[in-house]
């Protein structure tokens, strides 16, 4: 049951190396791996989160997981419980696709949440290679968590770099959210 807003922690690191009960994976939709997040996450993980992903291909999501969805796994080797799939949106400059990245979150705090999952680990989703701006994608991630009712305790936005890092900080003093820093 959702009660008080969950904690909100940003730490750089290595979303692998994550004791969380849930990682998100900024996965493509193919569910079989690809670079970045997802391509670090099917290494550490091992083959069965591939296993898996193969049969959600070859059941649920035959044409790919659809852009803003998400999705649950095993999490193989990694230290997590589950790994939850999500697919991030491609930046646009003519086309606001503001609303499909805030469904990623918000799709995977649902998940979590049917799991039974009380810690969730993020990435910063789209601001690799779909080119997100890190400021907007910060503004965005943070402010769809914190509104967002969930059961999740703890959230953990676990950022690569430390220019990852700032722009959540700063979006989170922007935004007037209570951030704790690991």
Known sequence: MPGSAPTITLLLGDITEQHAEAVVNAANSSLLGGGGVDGAI?????????????????????GGLPTGHAVATTAGNLPARWVIHTVGPV?????DRSALLAD??????????????????????????????LDSAARIALSTVRGTETSVRQIRFVLFDV???????????????EISRQ
């Open 42 to 62: 099917h290494r550490r993980g091992g083959p069965a989160i591939l296993a898996a992903c193969r049969e959600l291909r070859a059941s649920h999501y035959g």
């Open 91 to 95: 930046y646009a400059v003519r086309e």
């Open 104 to 133: 990623c979150h918000r799709n995977a705090l649902a998940v979590a949440d049917d799991l039974g999952a009380e810690s969730v680990a993020f990435p910063a989703i789209s601001t690799g290679v779909y080119g997100w701006p």
């Open 163 to 177: 220019r990852a890092l700032a722009a959540f900080e700063q979006a989170g003093a922007e935004l007037g959210i």
